[in-house]
């Protein structure tokens, strides 16, 4: 196995590390790359590249990385009963276009279909349906982990190693493959219904009226600049699994083929384009079929979007905040952020149905707000009165997203942190299996 030089970075641009690196192509490579590497200096897994900040990072240059998205096979699937067991470097844009011709759909995806399937156990990942479905893990049978001794275990629900794995951030060990119950269905796309939304509490009242019509999907898009009376307003979309299937086109490519300028993402271009994005049909609300993709990975159809945040990159806040809560924290948190002018492209609300099966899972009953912020003075001041406000309402930060909590602040937000810091403790040469968000929160090794 052979181990070259690279410099990581998360999707957020903000966390850069060079470590040795390997990309595994088949199962012995793949056992001998992890063994190598923790006989030596210990490695982190590297997946789809998709975690915004620092948690797939090394925490120095003797720190080797793996390098998963090669491990792409599917390894058996039952067809009677939709069980397919795949090779955690395996993505969801793979997922979909092998099953859904077959009529079965993985059941939660993520925002980007670049996502790994080992990143999605480690992440315990939800989409614009947990209201219905729940998190990834709730429909993942078992998977096979390779701890930080070497050794191979088959982790199942049922496992002491399975709530500390699932949204563990991969440190519990190295995901090899996964099995996973697919949702069977008769078509290849959703009816989509957008709406334009006024303000933040109709945007509040649609979600109701939607749970209680038990929605397949609903997600939200706001106007992150918008104050006062406009304060919440945007776009609100419910989707239904459709049994009709369309034609489908194959996708022009489109990238983002340079850095943008610093001066170009400022508070005139965020209006503009929320005021253009606002618009984008006339009428007050419209309704279209739309495959699965578009509907789910609407950024994915510009490779390299990231790049508009300019060379210093970007930090992304999500936040869950309690059902309860939602009322009073939301205002709170659309108040500050329009205030600072720092508003963002992407601001998405949407609800969660219940809490995740994890440790460290994210998901809790209420409402998930996220917004991108380019790296620059005064973000993380922002970060700071945002994560206050979140943690003084019961709420948490979307450790895929983070990159900036303090351990203070995680573990206000995590009740289970230190049950997490004791499973990891207990794991033999657990420090060989870390990283930079690791350190930041002290949760493996000399960190902790």
Same mark, same amino acid.
């Given at each position: 196995m052979s181990w070259k030089s690279l410099e990581l970075t998360g999707w957020g641009r903000n966390s850069h590390q060079?470590?040795?690196?390997?990309?595994?192509?088949?199962?012995?490579?793949?056992?001998?790359?992890?063994?190598?590497?923790?006989a030596q200096s210990g490695l982190v897994a590297h997946g789809g590249l998709r975690a915004y900040g620092d948690q797939a990072l090394p925490r120095g240059d003797d720190q080797h990385a793996l390098l998963t998205t090669r491990m792409n096979r599917i390894l058996a699937f039952d067809s009677a009963t939709g069980i397919v067991t795949v090779e955690a470097g395996m993505c969801f844009r793979d997922m979909i276009r092998a099953f859904v011709p077959k009529g079965w759909l993985i059941p939660v995806s993520p925002g980007t279909a670049f996502a790994t399937m080992g990143g999605a156990i480690a992440n315990d990942i939800h989409g614009k349906n947990h209201d219905t479905q729940g998190s990834f893990c709730n429909h993942v049978l078992g998977f096979e982990l390779i701890t930080?001794?070497?050794?191979?275990?088959?982790?199942t629900p049922d496992h002491n190693l399975f709530r500390a794995t699932i949204g563990g951030c991969g440190l519990t060990g190295v995901i090899t493959t996964v099995t996973v119950q697919l949702k069977k269905i008769s078509g290849n796309c959703v009816q989509v219904t957008e709406t334009k939304?006024?303000?933040?509490?109709?945007?509040?009242?649609?979600?109701?009226?939607?749970?209680a019509q038990n929605v397949d999907y609903t997600v939200g898009w706001i106007d992150g600049?918008?104050?006062g009376k406009r304060m919440g307003r945007g776009i609100f979309e419910t989707a239904t699994l459709s049994d009709e299937t369309i034609e489908l086109k194959p996708a022009k490519e489109k990238?983002?083929?340079?850095?943008?300028?610093?001066?170009?993402?400022?508070?005139?271009?965020?209006? @503009?384009?929320n005021l253009l994005y606002r618009n984008r049909f006339l009428r007050k609300s419209r309704t279209t079929l739309t495959p699965f993709e578009a509907f789910?990975?609407?950024?994915?159809?510009?490779?390299?979007?990231?790049?508009?945040?300019?060379?210093?990159?970007?930090?992304?806040?999500?936040?869950?905040?309690?059902?309860?809560?939602?009322?009073?924290?939301?205002?709170?948190?659309?108040?500050?952020?329009?205030? @600072?002018?720092?508003?963002?492209?992407?601001?998405?609300?949407?609800?969660?149905?219940?809490?995740?099966?994890?440790?460290?899972s994210f998901p809790m009953k209420g409402y998930t707000l996220a917004l991108d912020f380019p790296h620059k003075a005064g973000v993380e001041a922002?970060?700071?009165?945002?994560?206050?406000?979140?943690?003084d309402h019961g709420g948490r930060i979307y450790l895929a997203k983070d990159s900036m909590l303090t351990r203070d602040e995680f573990d206000a937000m995590y009740p289970n942190a230190d049950e997490m810091r004791q499973v990891l403790a207990s794991l033999p040469?657990?420090?060989?299996?870390?990283?930079q968000m690791a350190a930041r929160l002290a949760l493996t090794g000399d960190a902790a």
């Open positions: 060079t470590a040795l690196t390997a990309r595994p192509e088949r199962q012995k490579d793949l056992q001998r790359a992890i063994g190598d590497s923790l930080p001794d070497g050794n191979t275990q088959q982790v939304i006024k303000d933040l509490e109709s945007y509040l009242i649609a979600f109701d009226e939607a749970i600049l918008a104050k990238s983002v083929p340079i850095d943008f300028p610093a001066l170009a993402l400022n508070p005139l271009s965020v209006r @503009s384009f789910n990975y609407p950024l994915d159809a510009i490779s390299d979007w990231n790049r508009i945040y300019g060379k210093r990159g970007f930090h992304q806040f999500q936040c869950v905040i309690p059902r309860s809560e939602g009322e009073r924290a939301l205002p709170l948190l659309l108040d500050t952020i329009a205030r @600072s002018g720092a508003g963002s492209f992407l601001s998405v609300l949407k609800t969660m149905g219940g809490d995740g099966r994890g440790l460290l922002l970060f700071r009165s945002l994560h206050k406000i979140t943690a040469h657990s420090e060989k299996l870390t990283s």
